[in-house]
């Protein structure tokens, strides 16, 4: 257990519709970091929130939005969902605001839209 | 445009030899390097991590070196043990707020 807490950990869902994810970052860890692995892709970087406020975007569609709540857990919104948006989405946590000493991701959700 | 490549997707080496896994950048901002390991149905869990400042970082059976003229970094593991066999993702920061950039992965394959 990385003490990164994802739910729910499968998700089916219709093209069209929206789905909501959420993240309990590790106790004490201020940023939360939002990452979309498609097959045979890399993590790709979505966004990242610290200590409740957005400190950058990466490559999120703006059909996507996510905000961290005072309790510092995130949710990552996902609208208008297509096919191509099928995925598996990790959630990670650090304590610093810089990237560079790496963080902890949770176990991820998978998405799949029919 | 990728700016972390793996140019290999897999790697297949026996117990007890030197694994060697490669990774090359374009992005002459980066300045820290990451390893994380992923095992299935696991989210990726960090390895090591190299400084631009030096070109080589070692803990235990894995040591990451850095060739920054070359934009070239590679991941060894040594003896490589049955445990290893995982997808290892190479990943560059360039500081600041942003994500990591990860390349996507290679899966080492430790046979008996």
């Known amino acids: 257990d990385s003490g990164v807490t994802q739910t729910p950990k499968h998700l089916i869902t219709a093209t069209g519709q929206r789905v909501t994810l959420r993240c309990s970052p590790r106790?004490?860890?201020?940023?939360v970091y939002w990452y979309q692995q498609s097959l045979d892709q890399g993590l790709q970087f979505l966004i990242h929130?610290?200590?409740?406020?957005?400190?950058a975007k990466g490559n999120i569609l703006e059909r996507f939005s996510a905000q961290q709540f005072p309790d510092l857990h995130s949710e990552l919104n996902l609208s208008s969902l297509e096919l191509g948006d099928s995925a598996l989405y990790f959630c990670?946590?650090?304590?610093?605001?810089?990237?560079?000493?790496?963080?902890?991701f949770g176990s991820g959700t998978r998405l799949t839209v029919v | 445009d990728q700016q972390v490549k793996q140019n290999s997707p897999s790697l297949s080496v026996q117990e007890g030899r030197i694994s060697i896994l490669n990774c090359d950048y374009t992005?002459?901002?980066?300045?820290?390097f990451l390893w994380y390991k992923k095992y299935p149905a696991e989210g990726p869990t960090f390895l090591i991590s190299?400084?631009?400042?030096?070109d080589k970082n070692e803990d235990g059976r894995f040591t990451v070196f850095l060739n920054k003229s070359a934009k070239h970094l590679s991941l060894h593991i040594v003896p490589s043990q049955p445990g290893d066999s995982a997808v290892y993702f190479c990943?560059?920061?360039?500081?600041?707020?942003?994500?990591?950039?990860f390349g996507k992965g290679t899966h080492l394959i430790i046979q008996p």
């Open positions: 990670a946590s650090s304590a610093f605001l810089r990237g560079d000493y790496g963080y902890t």
């Open positions: 106790s004490g860890d201020l940023s």
């Open positions: 929130y610290y200590n409740g406020e957005e400190r």
């Open positions: 992005n002459s901002m980066f300045d820290y």
């Open positions: 190299i400084s631009s400042i030096k």
């Open positions: 990943a560059a920061s360039g500081g600041g707020a942003d994500g990591l950039t």
